[in-house]
């Protein structure tokens, strides 16, 4: 397996956006602070966020199942819950892995 490159940590995130758009490194910091801020809690108030050029933050509601205990095979009931998923634009997705033609 080949080795994973290192993804941005938030610090580099910042100094990018702060020399990209000329502004502090706390200017940057603080923009990208209230932007998760504000995805966190209009996904949690409506249900959806739509992150532009990236994608769509939304609510999942799964139903109870039944599974199974992989150790034993013995039948266990899942509950419900709500998830979180982030489902990737059309554009975003094709820019990074081109469609087969």
Do not use: H, W
């Amino acid at each position: 397996m080949a080795a994973q490159k290192k993804l941005m940590t938030k610090g580099q995130i910042v100094t990018c956006f702060a020399e990209k758009f000329e502004i502090s490194k706390k200017a940057a910091a603080s923009i990208i602070d209230e932007y998760a801020a504000l995805a966190i809690a209009e996904t949690k108030k409506k249900g959806a966020f739509v992150l532009p050029g990236i994608g769509k933050s939304v609510l999942v509601k799964r139903k109870a199942r039944t599974g199974r205990n992989p150790a034993t095979g013995e039948a266990i009931k899942i509950p419900a819950k709500t998830v979180v998923k982030i489902r990737p634009a059309k554009a975003f997705k094709e820019t990074i892995v081109p469609p087969k033609k």
